[in-house]
T-cell receptor
Framework: GAGVSQSPSNKVTEKGKDVELRCDPI?????LYWYRQSLGQGLEFLIY????????KSGLPSDRFSAERTGGSVSTLTIQRTQQEDSAVYLC?????????????FGDGTRLSIL | SQQGEEDPQALSIQEGENATMNCSYK?????LQWYRQNSGRGLVHLIL?????REKHSGRLRVTLDTSKKSSSLLITASRAADTASYFC??????????FGTGTRLTVIP
């Protein structure tokens, strides 16, 4: 079946511009996560959606970052007024939620480069 | 910190040899998961071991868990060039998300 799909796969933009990154999770997965991975580093948690509950935004690094999930499926991560330190790979994951810490299924990420 | 810490940071072995990677963590866990990441790709879930389990196998993978020492190990037997990747452990602490470390970068030389 289809896995987690992210688009675009690569995005190059100028400092100060806004960007939108899209994630299409596995059908039926109620939990959706966004992570950021800087070059050679581990994953930094950004935000978590679970069903219709309020999202866990505790990992968002600044108010320039926001995310939404429409209809419990597709999610969009928006970065406003991008800075060079926002350059990273942004990974989305989804999981079934039948208890905490279920295996997560990842997309291949969006590689964001801020010039 | 709720994240796992992998050791070593990098490991280089010959094809056919076994590779062992270790993970240490600091908090109580429900489970511990191992993931693989090939260059330029997302993470792939390999194996989950519950806190009441001590050892688990999946194909050429063997995972051990010692909750008294707050440590886990991942053994890949008879390694192949295709096993070249970064490997991450993620303690399942009951939080909404998983906390990943910086990983072990494994290179298998043909």
């Amino acid at each position: 079946g289809a896995g987690v799909s992210q688009s675009p796969s690569n995005k190059v933009t100028e400092k100060g511009k806004d960007v939108e990154l899209r994630c299409d999770p596995i059908s039926g997965h109620t939990a959706l996560y966004w992570y950021r991975q800087s070059l050679g580093q581990g994953l930094e948690f950004l935000i978590y959606f679970q069903g219709n509950s309020a999202p866990d935004k505790s990992g968002l690094p600044s108010d320039r970052f926001s995310a939404e999930r429409t209809g419990g499926s597709v999610s969009t991560l928006t970065i406003q007024r991008t800075q060079q330190e926002d350059s990273a790979v942004y990974l989305c994951a989804s999981s079934l939620i039948e208890g905490y810490n279920q295996p997560q299924h990842f997309g291949d990420g969006t590689r964001l480069s801020i010039l | 910190s709720q994240q796992g810490e992998e050791d070593p940071q990098a490991l280089s072995i010959q094809e056919g040899e076994n590779a062992t990677m270790n993970c240490s963590y600091k908090t109580s866990i429900n489970n511990l998961q191992w993931y693989r990441q090939n260059s330029g790709r997302g993470l792939v879930h390999l194996i989950l071991i519950r806190s009441n389990e001590r050892e688990k196998h999946s194909g050429r993978l063997r995972v051990t868990l010692d909750t008294s020492k707050k440590s886990s190990s991942l053994l890949i037997t008879a390694s192949r060039a295709a096993d070249t990747a970064s490997y991450f452990c993620a303690p399942g602490t009951g939080a909404n998300n998983l906390f990943f470390g910086t990983g072990t970068r494994l290179t298998v030389i043909p």
